[in-house]
């Protein structure tokens, strides 16, 4: 394998829908840059890209699977992502290393949602985008729908490059407005024929080739000078005023293919060269401290490890991007992330399963390190020397959780280590031990999502597991002031346990005024603020706790012991035995016994009291409350409303963008248990969801009855 050097990489990342052909463009790249010498199928599941066993089975990506060719003098990195939503963690990771985005459209179907959930990912990383319109060849292939779809979606920095004559099975010609020919294919596509563009083309191709200069002039003044002393413009004299377009998202140029009948794709490839920013033409990687790294071969190595994945008979392998220097077989470099010093003994390029061993990887560049000894995903690994951490691989926020545990509890350790590793490979996996409710939670994006997890956890890590229903993190709190006093006295043997306290507790609102005076059964107490403690709850929301003793009716010692007290109870409240929030105490009361008072019997005096009070404060038990987020097509509408109407959701607003349907609404965590899949199963896996924590609510009465039965219940166990 030759050594490239950085102008003459390309690091591309294929997204969009599943099903659009983002594998079978990447197998039609493969061949015609020569990497593999026949054409495979997704259907006969013998693809360079889609080499999982599970892949296979289920005729579409889960991975993303870092490939590459060559093509005119260079190497073409590319990473073909999953397009089905469970799986866009994986998006992230395949459009970290890569400078453009092709984003592949299906003809027959225009913009899908998985075109808008990973044009949003995109966006996140702010990369360029190409779009490419595949499977003209189709029966129901339908180009001019396809272009005013984008231009509805992504607006006019839509531009169109290519059009394809005779759409539909007999798909066998493109007219390129940049090079303003006629790409004319055999029937059954391959290598075609350059040519004139036919004389009744001449003026669409014309007004097309003007219209693209014009975008791309807006990036480059002395382009149109040039457009009108020639008439027209070579690809190279339009080649700065695109790049520009494309490094700068103004320009989303549109081109055309069959992967199936291999039409079109040398012609994307050859722009892919000549025009795509190259990787230093293009540079956002920012380091931990917000600083830009340019790719530049001539500064220290350092090299970002973008993806961590274990294969049959190697092991993990890790795969990063050369940022700054060069990597040579057999270097050693410092993670920075460790201080451990990593031996490359050997360097890959892959495409697929297959790896090619090189001596060396320049900056911009990406490839593969077996063996390293303690490295994951986004580690840095730097020259002696030189210290640079880069910010992690994004990642897409949570939206589906489970329960889970390994069936031998004997496994129970083992899963541990299993679910952290899984976490290092696939970042979008998150674990968390809940102490307070007893369970490991994994959160992640759906129930594919965690149906690949189980496969991981129980081919690779041997572990059988259960997911099960995660229980919800429940809150309560109380609606009004309540007071309640309470004595503890004990006497046994020599001293005894003595001590009271009097309380009054109300609901705390941030900015709320210290208390005065209180009225309670017609009867007032004053009170005045002696001491005031205010705490942040490590569960969210607040405690605040004020003494206002007066005549040492209590010893000021023995108020933390108080505090202490009703903190055991706010950590196991009355009701559902879920943390307490919101409330402020008020101690104005107490009595003390020179000899038998102590911290302990205050401290169940104070539990106690509080315990009383919270009764009849108008407790109520809160619920996380998630805002929620739909995008559907029109026609599924009024089927994903009435759904959300029967997860107790309150509709927040609803408008059209990029053309489909917007609800906007929060709905109760408790409620949106498996929604991936049923939104899915009713849109026919044509509408989008995304939630993000928003509140804690109060539960409706009915529910809260339930609630306390079945804590009671449990409690009586
Ligand atoms: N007729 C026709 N079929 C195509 C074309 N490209 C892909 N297909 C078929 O469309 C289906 C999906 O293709 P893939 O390449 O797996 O699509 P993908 O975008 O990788 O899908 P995911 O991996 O699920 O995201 C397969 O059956 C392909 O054979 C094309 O240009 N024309
Ligand atoms: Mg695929």
């Not at 970002?304 to 057999?330: A, C, L, P, R, W």
Request: aromatic letters at 8%.
């Amino acid at each position: 394998m030759k050594i490239y050097q950085t102008d003459n990489v390309k690091n591309l990342v294929l997204l969009g829908n599943s099903g659009s052909g983002k594998t079978s463009i990447a197998e039609a790249m493969l061949f015609n840059g020569g990497v593999i010498d026949r054409i495979g199928t997704v259907e006969a599941g013998n693809t360079v890209s889609d080499y999982n066993k599970i892949e296979q089975e289920t005729e579409s990506s889960i991975y993303s699977t870092v490939l590459f060719t060559e093509y005119l003098d260079n190497k073409i990195n590319m990473i073909d992502a999953p397009g089905a939503d469970d799986f866009v963690g994986k998006a992230y990771t395949a459009i970290n290393p890569s400078n453009v985005a092709l984003m592949i459209i299906n003809a027959q179907n225009g913009v899908e949602v998985g075109t808008e959930i990973h044009a949003r990912a995109l966006e996140q990383y702010a990369k360029p985008m190409v779009f490419v319109v595949n499977q003209l060849d189709h029966d129901k292939a339908n180009f001019e729908r396809t272009l005013e779809n984008l231009k509805e979606s992504f607006g006019s920095k839509v531009a169109q490059v290519q059009y394809p004559l005779n759409a539909g099975e007999d798909f066998n010609g493109i007219i390129d407005v940049i090079t303003m020919k006629y790409y004319k294919y055999p029937v059954n596509g391959g290598a075609p024929e350059i040519i004139d563009i036919p004389a009744e083309e001449k003026d669409k191709a014309l007004a097309l080739h003007q219209e693209l200069i014009e975008k791309a002039a807006e990036n480059d003044d002395s382009l149109m000078e040039l457009f009108f002393e020639n008439d027209g413009l070579s690809e190279d004299e339009m080649r700065s005023g695109i790049t520009a377009g494309l490094v700068h998202r103004d320009l989303y140029p549109v081109f055309c293919t069959s992967a199936k009948k291999n039409i079109g794709v040398r012609r994307l490839m050859e722009f892919i060269v000549k025009v795509v920013p190259r990787p230093n033409e293009c540079n956002k990687r920012e380091d931990t401290e917000g600083n830009i790294i340019p790719i530049d071969a001539k500064q220290p190595c350092s090299i970002f490890v973008f993806k961590t994945s274990v294969e049959d008979h190697v092991g993990e392998v890790n795969f990063f991007k050369v940022i700054t220097g060069e990597i040579n077989e057999g270097d050693d470099l410092i993670n920075q992330r460790t201080q451990n010093k990593e031996r490359l003994t050997q360097l890959f390029v892959v495409a697929g399963k297959k790896k090619e061993k090189v001596s060396k990887l320049v900056a911009g560049d990406i490839g593969a390190a077996v063996k390293l000894k303690s490295t994951r995903t986004s580690d840095t690994l730097n020259a002696n020397g030189h210290s640079v951490q880069y910010n992690p691989v994004l990642g897409p926020t949570p939206r589906h959780r489970s329960a889970i545990r390994a069936l031998a509890e004997a496994d129970d350790e083992k899963l541990g280590e299993a679910l952290n590793r899984m976490h290092e490979i696939d970042p979008s996996i998150v674990i968390e031990y809940s102490k307070e409710l007893k369970q490991i939670i994994v959160h992640g994006q759906g129930e594919r999502h965690f149906k690949i997890l189980e496969w991981h956890l129980k081919n690779e890590f041997k572990l059988e597991t259960e997911f099960y229903e995660p229980k919800i993190p429940y809150r309560e709190t109380i609606t009004k002031i309540a007071q309640a006093n309470y004595k503890h006295k004990k006497q046994s043997g020599g001293s005894g346990q003595f001590g009271e306290v009097y309380m009054i507790i109300e609901p705390y609102q941030d900015g709320m005024e210290d208390p005065t005076m209180y009225k309670i059964n017609g009867k007032e107490i004053k009170v005045s603020v002696k001491n005031k403690e205010e705490h942040d709850l490590p569960w969210g929301g607040k405690i605040v706790f004020i003494s206002s003793i007066v005549g040492g009716s209590i010893d000021a010692r023995f108020m933390p012991a108080i505090l202490k007290g009703i903190m055991e109870k706010m950590e196991e409240g009355p009701l559902t035995g879920s943390y307490a929030r919101d409330i402020r105490v008020v101690v104005y009361d107490g009595k003390m016994h020179a000899v038998d008072s102590n911290e302990i019997s205050f401290k169940l005096a104070g539990r106690h009291a509080f315990s009383d009070a919270f009764k009849n404060a108008g407790p109520r038990v809160l619920e996380p409350i998630y805002n929620v987020e739909v995008l559907v097509p029109s026609d599924y509408m009024g089927d994903v409303m009435s759904d959300l109407q029967g997860r107790r959701a309150i509709v927040q607003g609803m408008s059209s963008e990029k053309g489909l349907e917007k609800i906007s609404a929060k709905v109760p965590l408790a409620e949106m248990n498996k929604y991936s899949t049923s939104l899915s199963s009713i849109s026919q896996g044509r509408a989008m969801f995304q939630m993000k924590f928003s509140e804690y609510g109060q539960v409706p009465s009915d529910l809260q009855k339930e609630l306390l039965k079945s804590y009671q219940e449990e409690s009586e166990e």
